[in-house]
């Protein structure tokens, strides 16, 4: 989350969803759940549909090599919109490729930087990766309009299940992983839907949408309508879906966004094969999270 010369408290809100009202009286929320019902599977599935014979329109910008990788700058589109995106290119013919979902981020690197350390050091064993810009709510906003709030979402959604497309282009029938942090490992929870991803990295994620959006950007907005317009999109409503795919969950001890008992609460409901690990680290986490993280996908996607 962005660094600023502001005061503590901007920092805290700019952390996971940006700005707040002041004035606006806080809305009593219960993190960790929702209170609508949920549909099944495939029909969240039709939410993220889309014309899959639509070109990406791929546009290479410039490539520079680094650590014996390619970093290629390019554009591609999806949901309407450009995508801006580093691919990370091995030597070689892939022998796996990821997705990785940037963090809302308080300090360096909230966006499509964040794990280009990482897409390299995988590149070293053979894996291609794609780090999007996502959109929303980096360059979209939250409103108090719950219908289009919950449009942008699924469009963000639509941009990574696009992602994967330009994926599958690059590396083909290969094992494909996924690692989101933050808002990124939200949005990359509803990829269950999608089922391409074997394995996923969820990076301190919170439960649901509607409680980092009541709490830091639409105080005032009211949780029923939030509930029942993102209940199909809320991480604590797809984590349980994302078998036979494995999780990997990761949280923070001194996360002042995600509370322990949430973490508890999607550790629980998340479905096998999984994992979950808590850090001595901040929101952000740390290089021992950053080890084991490259440790599991390593394994997950058979390059160990």
């Known amino acids: 989350m962005r660094l600023t010369t502001l005061l503590a408290l901007t920092a805290l809100l700019a952390a996971c969803g940006g700005g707040s009202n002041p004035a606006a009286a806080p809305t009593q929320t219960t993190p960790g759940s929702?209170?609508?019902?949920?549909?099944?599977?495939?029909?969240?599935?039709?939410?993220?549909?889309?014309?899959?014979?639509?070109?990406?329109?791929?546009?290479?910008?410039?490539?520079?090599s680094e650590k014996g990788a390619e970093i290629v700058d390019l554009v591609f589109e999806a949901a309407g919109r450009k995508v801006s995106a580093f691919l990370v290119r091995p030597k070689g013919k892939p022998k796996a490729a990821v997705l990785w979902a940037h963090w809302y981020g308080e300090e360096a690197n909230p966006n499509r930087k964040e794990f280009l350390v990482d897409a390299l050091a995988l590149a070293q064993d053979g894996v291609v990766s794609l780090l999007p810009q996502?959109?929303?709510?980096?360059?979209?906003?939250?409103?108090?309009?719950?219908?289009?709030?919950?449009?942008?979402?699924?469009?963000?959604?639509?941009?990574?299940?696009?992602?994967?497309?330009?994926?599958?282009?690059?590396?083909?029938?290969?094992?494909?992983?996924?690692?989101?942090?933050?808002?990124?490992?939200?949005?990359?929870?509803?990829?269950v839907a999608d089922k391409r991803p074997q394995t996923y990295v969820l990076m301190?994620?919170?439960?649901?949408?509607?409680?980092?959006?009541?709490?830091?950007?639409?105080?005032?907005?009211?949780?029923?309508?939030?509930?029942?317009?993102?209940?199909?999109?809320?991480?604590?409503?797809?984590?349980?879906?994302?078998?036979?795919?494995?999780?990997?969950?990761?949280?923070?001890?001194?996360?002042?966004?995600?509370?322990?008992?949430?973490?508890?609460?999607?550790?629980?409901?998340?479905?096998?094969?999984?994992?979950?690990?808590?850090?001595?680290?901040?929101?952000?986490?740390?290089?021992?999270?950053?080890?084991?993280r490259l440790a599991w996908l390593r394994e997950e996607l058979g390059l160990s």
């Not at 939410?47 to 520079?64: R, W």
Request: proline share 6%.
């Open 34 to 64: 929702t209170t609508t019902a949920v549909p099944s599977l495939d029909e969240r599935a039709q939410l993220f549909a889309y014309d899959e014979s639509a070109p990406l329109n791929v546009v290479e910008k410039k490539t520079k």
């Open 134 to 191: 996502e959109f929303f709510p980096w360059q979209e906003k939250v409103s108090e309009d719950a219908a289009a709030d919950r449009q942008l979402a699924i469009d963000q959604v639509v941009q990574l299940r696009r992602g994967l497309d330009l994926l599958q282009e690059q590396a083909g029938d290969v094992p494909v992983g996924f690692v989101g942090h933050d808002y990124g490992a939200m949005f990359g929870s509803m990829l």
């Open 204 to 292: 301190t994620p919170d439960a649901t949408f509607s409680d980092w959006f009541l709490k830091y950007f639409v105080r005032g907005a009211s949780k029923t309508e939030l509930d029942k317009a993102f209940a199909p999109l809320e991480p604590v409503n797809n984590v349980g879906d994302a078998a036979p795919a494995s999780v990997f969950l990761q949280f923070a001890k001194s996360d002042r966004f995600v509370p322990g008992y949430v973490a508890d609460k999607l550790t629980d409901v998340t479905s096998e094969p999984k994992k979950a690990e808590s850090y001595e680290a901040a929101h952000k986490l740390d290089d021992a999270a950053r080890k084991d």
